[in-house]
């Protein structure tokens, strides 16, 4: 039911009668069950932003277990650039991760509902995101020398800001490992949020 509901919210932009039918309809449960499932449209919403988290962990984790330093970095800047590379290539957003996150704040913003919700979940995602940048630094031979949930926030927001960007521009989400953001800006924000180990 989560990822009919995920899978709907791009489209729909909202929690709406008739999206919650078809998001019944495609788990083949009744509007009962559903609100058995999910006392509110709120809960319906957690639901899907810890898959979104659950998924950007996941696909910035394999990014991280395949990135490795080599004898060709000739300098701590190199290996970096490299690992900045490496984030963007892992796609830890999608187009649809993007909108559905988006949509969320925006609508709580609107109307002050779920803000507490929301909150918490950015909170938990920025906690979900630092052990995987803890051992990304620990391949680059780095340490976070910042508070780590504001050096992963930093790296997120600027991440997700840019994405965005890049998306608005037209320009296609497979290639934002060409962006000027992860080519430039990312490399200098994960050097100045660190420090050799």
């Known amino acids: 039911m989560v990822n009919a509901a995920r899978a709907s919210l791009p489209l729909d932009g909202s929690l709406t009668t008739q999206s919650i039918a078809d998001i019944c309809a495609q788990a083949g449960l009744n509007a009962g069950a559903f609100r058995q499932l999910f006392p509110s449209d709120q809960a319906l919403l957690d639901a899907v932003h810890e898959v979104l988290v659950d998924?950007?962990?996941?696909?910035l984790r394999s990014g991280v277990d395949r990135f490795a330093t080599d004898a060709t970095d000739?300098?701590?800047e190199s290996a970096i650039a490299r690992a900045a590379v490496a984030i963007a290539r892992s796609s830890p957003?999608?187009?649809?991760?993007?909108i559905i996150r988006s949509?969320?704040?925006?609508?709580?913003?609107?109307?002050a509902a779920g803000?507490?919700?929301?909150?918490?979940?950015?909170?938990?995602?920025?906690?979900?995101l630092a052990g995987v940048f803890a051992d990304l630094f620990e391949k680059l031979h780095r340490r976070i020398s910042w508070p780590t949930e504001l050096a992963v926030r930093v790296i997120l927001n600027t991440y997700e800001r840019s994405f965005e960007t890049w998306?608005?521009?037209?320009?296609?989400?497979?290639?934002?490992?060409e962006s000027g953001y992860v080519r430039k800006?990312?490399?200098t924000i994960l050097a100045q949020v660190s420090a050799a180990a």
């Not at 998306?167 to 490992?177: I, K, M």
């Open 55 to 59: 998924e950007c962990v996941q696909r």
């Open 74 to 76: 000739s300098s701590d």
């Open 93 to 98: 957003l999608d187009r649809t991760s993007l």
């Open 103 to 111: 949509q969320r704040r925006v609508a709580s913003l609107r109307s």
């Open 115 to 128: 803000m507490v919700e929301v909150a918490e979940g950015e909170r938990m995602f920025i906690t979900a």
């Open 167 to 177: 998306l608005l521009r037209g320009a296609d989400e497979t290639h934002f490992f």
């Open 185 to 187: 800006t990312l490399p």
